[in-house]
């Protein structure tokens, strides 16, 4: 388990990937030194998977945004819907969940039509019904993951 300087360190990064060694070493009271070594030792546990960039679809031509429940036809049918749409880099994420639906999906695409087309294409592909919502505004997302302090 972390210690609270690890706590401060995640919670440091979890708002600002691109913080430097310095200003992560200002923000927990530790030399960059101890800070990098903290950060290598968290890394190499699998605490922090990477970094990546919040990047603007809409900026990027995909302003459309809708989940996408799906449910086999055939209950007996082989769970591999993950697998199979894996592919499709309009699918962002792809959630098991509990209730009627088997996964949810998180999709971006450039218009509705397109929308049309990818929900045509998962039921093809992945043998399933689905059940659409699309999202007409975001408030907030991809928020740092709350990290209690010790």
């Known amino acids: 388990m972390e210690d609270a300087v690890d706590r401060r360190i995640i919670a440091e990064i979890s708002r600002d990937a691109r913080a430097t060694l310095a200003q992560l070493s200002d923000a927990v009271g530790m030399s960059t030194s101890a800070v990098q070594s903290r950060l290598r030792r968290l890394e190499s546990r699998g605490v922090i998977t990477g970094y990546r960039p919040v990047l603007d679809a809409e900026a990027l031509g995909k302003p459309l945004s809708a989940f996408i429940e799906i449910t086999?036809?055939?209950?007996?049918?082989?769970?591999?819907?993950?697998?199979?749409?894996?592919?499709?880099?309009?699918?962002?994420?792809c959630h098991s969940i509990a209730g009627e639906a088997s996964y949810m999906l998180f999709v971006r695409v450039a218009s509705p039509r397109a929308l049309e087309e990818l929900v045509n294409t998962i039921r093809a592909v992945a043998n399933v019904r689905t059940r659409t919502t699309i999202v007409l505004q975001t408030y907030y997302e991809n928020r740092p993951i709350a990290v209690e302090p010790e």
Do not use: R, V
């Open 72 to 93: 086999p036809f055939d209950p007996a049918q082989p769970d591999d819907a993950p697998e199979l749409l894996e592919k499709f880099a309009e699918i962002e994420a």
